[in-house]
Every structure is written in C-alpha cells, then in structure tokens.
C-alpha cells in the first residue's frame, strides 16, 4: 500500500499580509462554517478509499488556519480519519500565527492530535513587522511559541523572511539570535518575493518601500544559513534548517515527488501523476459542492508523461542540499542521467553552478544563490 500526505487549506485571515498573493480571504468570517462543511464533504466524496493508501502526512496551511475556531479544525480531522487509514506516527501539522491562537486553540490542536507547529514569526523587529502587515509583535509570538511549549508540543517550526523594505543584517541576526535561544527543532527562511496585485507591489512601485539591493539580500541568507548550521540545523533544503530528525515530513514528501490529496479552495494534488487543483473562487468552490459538482472545482494542470516526470523530478532534488543520486535516477526511471542529459549538466558544471560529488549531483554555493536559473534548465 502507498503512502501519501494529505494538504487541507484554511483560506481565512484576521488580515491579508501585504506581501501575500495566496488564496485567502479577510472579513469573510460569516462564511467559515459553510466552508468547513464544504470542505468535510469533499473529503467524504474523494475518490480514492482506504485500501488505496496510508496517510503518511496531514498539513493544514493557508491563509490562517489558527484564525477559525479549534473545533472547525478537528472535525475536518475527524472527517480525514474517517475517510482514510492515518498511520500511528503521521506528522500532521497546523501553521499559526501569533494573534490568533489562544491556550485554548493550542491545547485543542494537541488533545486531537496534531504534532507539529509552524508559527508564523517572519521577524522579531516590530517595526518590521508592521512595514509587512503582520498582525503582531515579538512578544506575541514569544507568548505563542511558550505556550505551545507549555501544552506539549515538541515539534515546532518558526518561519523567518529576509529581504524585507528597510530590513538590516543586524535585524536578521536580532532575529537568528532570539530564535536559536528559544531552540525550535525546524526554521524555514523565505526570501520576500514581491507579487503582482499585492499591496506590497504597489507600495514599492510608488516609492514609499525600498527594497534591499540584491547583494545585501544574498548576505542575510549566508548569514542565516552560517548561523543555523553553526548551532545544530541542518541545511537539508534550500529554505529549510532542522535539528536531526526534525525535517518536514510533509515538505519533504513532495520535494521527493510523494503524492499528496489537497481538499479545500485552491488546494493543490499530485497523484497518479497528474497534478490539479480546486479554484480559488470561495462563493462557487462552495456552491459547487452544495449542488454536488465537486468536479467543477478541479482544473488538471499537467498529466505527465515520462519525460516530463523526470524533468520535475530532477528540479525538486535539486531544492535538497543532498542532491540528486544517480544511481537512484536510473532505479526510478531506467535511463542514465548523465546521458538523458549531457549538455545541461555540462553547461551547468562549467559555469559552477552544480558539481557532481561521490555520484552526486549537487548545487554548488552559487548555485545555491542562482538556483533559478539551474531549475530552468530543466523545465
């Protein structure tokens, strides 16, 4: 029986962050029951059953899933349990954000089961905070984090941004310094990418925010990515430091191109290699339930094929610092890398930025800085 991991988004906020192009929603409180029941229902109506796989992973993300209230969450739990085989040891995780989850919340989300936090800290600058849009401050997230520690969970990741308007690298190692103190077992850190039709856009193109220039954005990541591994992360993906044995599951799964189900708005699938998604349109994703057209919903994006499965393949493995073995390559897909692609890795050797180490393929220390560029070599 295949394992797969299970995605459930929560597209309901307290505020929209001005970087954020996700699908989620504010002020929209009034429809979050008919959205949990939508969503409960699309789970119950999935196609795929028990005797078809073992749930190895559930990740709610959003938008704010620790804005709705605890027990919306665990009847969507509820709902997966009933649905599919949850193995005894699946990592299944909640993202939170600081201002939106009470002892209550927290306490709830241990007692139903979930074993991993993703809290969502970005900086321990307040002013940075509010140049951002976040709804809250250090201390908040200081309260957050504690309690979370107080109820029990011992699986907790804290996300940092770097490359913010007016973000200095003392903030960044304010930040590094105060996170290494608490000692979560994961941080991710995420490089502000500033998206169409965002507030954050339009505030750079008017002028009123400035952008770090791209060489000082370059040295807060060495500075984080130093710093983490000086004091017990391991760098295993390119945005990701965990302590040993702390890595996502559920990241991890899909950077090693596992299959995964995604239930709710704009939630995304990858299974029997074909990737789709449900719309991001809130009114209709739930009319379309109500009336029993689920399938309305889903938009295909790709039915792969051969090459285009390795293609990707090569592409996510080369997001883990680990690389891509080759011997593993050719038990996947019968066919040897070097070959498949000669002049890709020829060109991507000469400029340095991969290099082929104890059978191998690895992104060098500028092609981690231009790791873009190797990606679209093979897209």
Not at 35 to 40: F, M, N, Q
Not at 236 to 259: L, P, R, V
Request: one cysteine or more; glycine letters at 4%; proline letters at 2%.
């Amino acid at each position: 029986m295949k394992e797969i991991g299970i995605y459930v988004h929560i597209p309901f906020c307290k505020q929209k962050c001005l970087y954020c192009d996700f699908c989620s929603f504010s002020q929209k409180e009034s429809l979050q029951k008919e959205y949990v029941d939508a969503v409960i229902k699309e789970i119950e109506n999935c196609n795929i059953n028990k005797s078809d796989c073992a749930i190895r992973t559930v990740y709610f993300g959003g938008g704010t899933p620790s804005y709705i209230e605890a027990p919306y969450i665990e009847k969507i739990l509820e709902s997966v349990r009933a649905k599919f085989d949850i193995n005894p040891d699946a990592e299944i995780t909640i993202e939170v954000n600081p201002g939106t989850a009470s002892f209550e919340k927290l306490n709830t989300y241990y007692q139903i089961g979930i074993n991993r936090l993703s809290i969502g800290l970005q900086s321990t600058n307040d002013q940075l905070l509010s140049v951002i849009g976040r709804i809250h401050t250090y201390d908040e997230f200081k309260g957050t984090y504690d309690m979370a520690r107080k109820i029990g969970f011992s699986n907790i990741n804290v996300d940092l941004m770097i490359g913010l308007p007016t973000q200095s690298i003392d903030d960044v190692e304010d930040s590094l310094n105060k996170i290494i103190k608490l000692n979560p077992e994961h941080v991710s850190v995420y490089s502000l990418i500033v998206e169409e039709n965002t507030k954050m856009k339009e505030l750079i193109d008017s002028g009123k925010l400035v952008l770090p220039d791209e060489n000082l954005e370059r040295q807060m990541y060495w500075t984080v990515k130093n710093t983490l591994q000086k004091n017990g992360y391991n760098h295993y993906e390119i945005s990701n430091f965990a302590k040993n044995g702390y890595e996502s599951k559920h990241n991890s799964d899909c950077w090693n191109q596992h299959e995964y189900i995604g239930f709710g708005l704009s939630a995304h699938s990858y299974y029997n290699s074909i990737r789709y998604s449900n719309i991001c349109d809130l009114d209709e994703y739930i009319e379309n339930i109500k009336i029993r057209q689920i399938e309305q919903n889903i938009t295909v994006h790709e039915v792969q094929d051969a090459k285009s499965k390795m293609d990707e393949y090569v592409i996510l493995k080369l997001r883990m610092m680990e690389g891509l073995n080759l011997d593993n390559f050719f038990k996947l897909f019968n066919v040897d890398f070097r070959e498949t692609y000669k002049n890709k890795i020829e060109k991507l050797i000469k400029s340095n930025l991969i290099a082929l180490d104890c059978n191998n393929i690895k992104l060098t220390d500028k092609g981690i800085d231009f790791a873009n560029i190797v990606w679209e070599e093979f897209v």
